[in-house]
Nanobody, 124 residues
Framework: QVQLVESGGGLVQAGGSLRLSCAAS????????MGWFRQAPGKEREPVAA????????YYGDSVKGRFTISRDNAKNTVYLQMNSLKPEDTAVYYC?????????????????WGQGTQVTVSS
């Protein structure tokens, strides 16, 4: 069993930055690929970024490429999402996800574990 707890969300002006964190419980954290998704009101859940178990492979959604960076610290059981040059359209609830398969975290379907989400609001 893995529990995921996100933090770091908040209100920021357009052009600003935020760093989200997702702390995972469990000694098997390093065996899971991790990812971030987001869902805005009235919209479908959207994959944002994913990182493999070792951190050697990453994936980014087209809308965040060049602005967001995913990283992980396996010693701290934590995955991060550094968000720069934020835009109002980045406003959403951001969810952390964990699965043993990197491709599953990229796709966002049948993921093993989800966090409860953290709100990010970008004002214009």
């Amino acid at each position: 069993q893995v529990q995921l707890v996100e933090s770091g969300g908040g209100l920021v002006q357009a052009g600003g930055s935020l760093r989200l964190s997702c702390a995972a419980s469990g000694r098997t954290y390093s065996t899971y690929a991790m990812g971030w998704f987001r869902q805005a009101p009235g919209k479908e859940r959207e994959p944002v970024a994913a990182i493999s178990r070792s951190g050697g492979d990453t994936y980014y959604g087209d809308s965040v490429k060049g602005r967001f960076t995913i990283s992980r610290d396996n010693a701290k059981n934590t995955v991060y999402l550094q968000m720069n040059s934020l835009k109002p359209e980045d406003t959403a609830v951001y969810y952390c996800a964990a699965d043993r398969q990197f491709r599953t975290v990229v796709a966002g379907t049948n993921v093993d574990y989800w966090g409860q989400g953290t709100q990010v609001t970008v004002s214009s």
